[in-house]
Structure formats: structure tokens, C-alpha cells
């Protein structure tokens, strides 16, 4: 199975910061790569997949790069509704498999 | 609009059995390819298994920790979900989510449910 390991685990920035998050693979997933985030009490939503591309409705200030084995998140200008925990998931084999978070706190 | 409903958790002892439903409304769900996730409290998210729609074969894959104590079914003229937990342990505890995949060839989770927390505990 592909071992996703992101970091850090707990990034602390302040409202209007940047924040880049990174995602690793073990092994190569190309570009089939997916971005969520989850919200306390709240179920995950998609925000990026195919490692750079938006989901529908999603501000211009997230952006996802990579390819291969490394992946990353930025948000350019955090916002308050930004907090929140966020995953990383491959789709390039089974099993689908999903990085340990990275939480975004003031 | 997609809503995705999950229902059946609750406590339960090891051991014993529990089903879980996700009922569906807004999608084509005999074409939809549909999957379990679920979170431990507190934990990151775990893919638990995968049905896919009939026309592309039924298929149903699982993740090692519950292959063999889960099964995952369909009611296509229910747009339906069922996750059957036979024997589940201790560490099964979790929010059970159900969710779509984006297509058949392409596996990231477009919808969610809200979950429903299955405890186990004696």
C-alpha cells in the first residue's frame, strides 16, 4: 500500500499568511492526487484533485502543485474560515490511502 | 443537490453485529461507484471499502483491517448503502462516512455524508 506522510502536523499561522502544506508518497501516484478539508463535527470536502485542479466554487487562494511523489497545498492569504484539518489522498492505486492531516490553527 | 444520509450506528459490543445504511438522494446511484471512509475519534481518515455500480461489474474491494468482517452491499431501487460490521473490535470505534467516488476511473471522493458513529465497547 502507499504510505502518505504529510507535514507538519500542526502549522500555526496567522490570519492574511501564507501556508504551504506538504504531502509525500511512498511511491509514485503521478498527478492522482486529492486535497480536503475538514472542519470540527463536519465531514471532509474536496478541494483539489488531480493534484492542481479546483473543485467547483473554490477560492483562487488555494492552489495545489506536484506530481510523482511530492504534493503541495498553499493558501495564499489565510482566511478565518481556512482553519480547519487538512488531507491529503492518493488515487493512483488500490488501496486508496490518505495522509495523517496537517491542522491549521492560529 | 447530492445528500448523502448514513444511519444504523451506535454502541456495540465486540463481537456482535451492526449495519449501516446510506441513503441517497440527488445522484444516478446505480451508476455511482460508492465507498465507506471512517475516522476514529480524534484519528485521520481510513478507507474502508469499495462497491462498484453493476454496469461495471459489482466489484466490491475492502481494506485489510476489516476484509472478512465487512461486507459492503448496494440496493440500486433504494439508492442504498449498507455496510454489515460482523465482529468488530474495539478499534472498529470510528464515524463510519459513505461517499462517492468521482467516477470509474478516477477515485477521490466527491461526496460525503455526514457520518454515523459506531462505537464498540463491552
Known amino acids: 500500500e502507499i504510505v502518505m506522510t504529510q507535514s507538519p502536523a500542526t502549522l500555526s499561522v496567522s490570519p492574511g499568511e501564507r501556508a504551504t502544506l506538504s504531502c509525500r508518497a511512498s511511491e509514485s501516484v503521478s498527478s492522482n492526487l486529492a486535497w480536503y478539508q475538514q472542519k470540527p463535527g463536519q465531514a471532509p470536502r474536496v478541494l483539489i484533485y488531480?493534484?492542481?485542479t479546483r473543485a467547483t466554487g473554490l477560492p483562487a487562494r488555494f492552489s495545489g502543485r506536484g506530481s510523482g511523489t511530492e504534493f503541495t497545498l498553499t493558501i495564499s492569504s489565510l482566511q478565518s474560515e481556512d482553519f480547519a484539518v487538512y488531507y491529503c489522498?492518493?488515487?493512483?492505486?488500490?488501496?486508496?490511502?490518505f495522509g495523517g492531516g496537517t491542522k491549521v490553527e492560529i | 443537490e447530492v445528500q448523502l444520509v448514513e444511519s444504523g450506528g451506535g454502541l456495540v459490543k465486540p463481537g456482535e453485529s451492526l449495519r449501516l445504511a446510506c441513503t441517497t438522494t440527488g445522484l444516478t446511484f446505480r451508476n455511482a461507484w460508492m465507498s465507506w471512509v471512517r475516522q476514529p475519534p480524534g484519528e485521520g481518515l481510513e478507507w474502508v471499502g469499495r462497491?462498484?455500480?453493476?454496469?461495471?461489474?459489482?466489484?466490491?474491494d475492502y481494506a485489510a483491517p476489516v476484509k472478512g468482517r465487512f461486507t459492503i452491499s448496494r440496493d440500486d431501487s433504494q439508492n442504498t448503502l449498507y455496510l454489515q460490521m460482523n465482529s468488530p473490535q474495539t478499534e472498529d470505534t470510528a464515524v463510519y462516512y459513505c461517499?462517492?467516488?468521482?467516477?470509474?476511473?478516477?477515485?477521490?471522493?466527491?461526496?460525503w455524508g455526514r457520518g454515523t458513529l459506531v462505537t464498540v465497547s463491552s
Open positions: 488531480g493534484a492542481s
Open positions: 489522498q492518493q488515487y493512483n492505486n488500490w488501496p486508496l490511502t
Open positions: 461517499a462517492t467516488l468521482y467516477n470509474a476511473y478516477v477515485y477521490y471522493f466527491d461526496y
Open positions: 462497491i462498484k455500480s453493476k454496469s461495471d461489474g459489482g466489484t466490491i
